[in-house]
């Protein structure tokens, strides 16, 4: 039997004021939070990249902070993805790519480009910007996931362009934008944001259940039969494949309790 992928359950950043004497122990100090939370949580997101760029030197120091098999996934910047012509981020995309998240090593984890929620599909456009996400950054693999918020993006032709590029769709639960659970590359990202902070696990017990169940799933090579595909009769080669699942939820309190529910719960 082939040994299925690796599961990886998290959740976004590690600064907020409300995890400090909930999440993180009292007496822990500020500097050491990404240390704790590391030794707790398998994946975190990375939201600051989104915004700002970070020196190589940060990135060496997020490495040295983690265990070894810890990942970081990086919120690309916005001003690759926030543009009326998209295909014309070339400089940006090289910029955000260069600023020194290879020092990271083997700590780095998909690359998340999100959009708009107002941007719509052209197809022209997108393709043009799939080409210009590299596979490799200084001879580091990398790996690329989407996450679009627009209705028009429900369509074949979209998925068909992730798989041809072989970047990943973010599998949204939200109570808004679309969810794109179509399997297009060799892993899956899902981010769950429907969580409640009136519940320690932010989900309630079935429905962690039923995450963890597809995460497995997809973990196997499969695709999960209770969730809505865009284009349901393409074929998806089964083999396994690594899947990382984040909780991110507007209040995100309970976030880590959450995902390290989540993470419990797989493989039961």
Known sequence: MTKPGTIRVGIG???????????????LKQKDELNYASRQLKVIEVNGTYYSSQ?????????????EGFIFSLKASRFSTNRKILSEAGESVERFLGQGIVELGPHLGPILWQFAPTKKFEPEDFEGFLKLLPDRQDGLPLKHVVEVRHDSFKVPEFVALLAKYGVAPVVAEHFDYPMVADVTADFVYTRLQKGSDDIRTCYPPKELKNWAKRLETWAEGKVPDDLPLIDSDRKVKVEPRDVFAFMIHEG?????FGAIALQEEVGK
């Not at 950043?13 to 007496?27: A, C, I, L, V």
């Not at 995100?252 to 880590?256: G, L, T």
């Open 13 to 27: 950043g590690w600064t907020f004021e409300p995890w400090r004497n909930h999440f993180f122990p009292s007496d």
């Open 55 to 67: 020196k190589p030197e940060t990135f060496a120091k997020w490495a040295a902070d983690v265990p």
């Open 252 to 256: 995100k309190v309970n976030a880590p």
